[in-house]
Nanobody
C-alpha cells in the first residue's frame, strides 16, 4: 500500500529548529496538495501545513510564521522547516498527499499514514 516515509524528528530545546523530510510515494502525479500533520499525546491529528500544485501554501495559526513547507520535485520529497520551536510543538509528525485543502489540512488523502517522526521540544 502507498505509504510515505517521514524522517528528521528529534529532541530539541525551545527556540531550536528541525527540518523534517517526507519521501512521497505513488499518487503524487494525481494529488492536488501535499500536507504535514501532527498528533500530540491525547489530541486528534491536525493538519498544520499544505502545499498546493500551484505553489500556494497554507498554515495553521499555531505554526504560521515559524514553519515552512516546501518540496523537491526531483527527489519527490516534502520538507517542513520548523523554527522557533515551542514545547507545544511536541508531537508525532506525518505527511501525506491528497485531493483537496480544507482549512490548513490536505484532505481526501491517498494511501495509508506513514510511521511518522517524533518531535520533542523541551523548555
Amino acid at each position: 500500500q502507498v505509504q510515505p516515509v517521514e524522517s528528521g524528528g528529534g529532541s530539541v530545546q525551545a527556540g531550536g529548529s528541525l527540518r523534517l523530510s517526507c519521501a512521497l510515494s505513488g499518487y503524487t502525479a494525481n494529488s492536488y496538495c501535499r500536507g504535514w500533520y501532527r498528533q500530540a499525546p491525547g489530541k486528534k491529528r491536525e493538519g498544520i501545513a499544505n502545499l498546493e500544485n500551484d505553489g500556494r501554501t497554507t498554515y495553521a495559526d499555531s505554526v504560521k510564521g515559524r514553519f515552512t513547507i516546501s518540496q523537491d520535485n526531483v527527489k519527490n520529497t516534502l520538507y517542513l522547516q520548523m523554527n522557533s520551536l515551542k514545547p507545544d510543538d511536541t508531537a508525532m509528525y506525518y505527511c501525506a498527499t491528497g485531493r483537496v485543502v480544507v482549512g490548513s489540512s490536505c484532505e481526501m488523502r491517498f494511501g495509508a499514514w506513514g510511521q511518522g517522526t517524533q518531535v520533542i521540544v523541551s523548555s
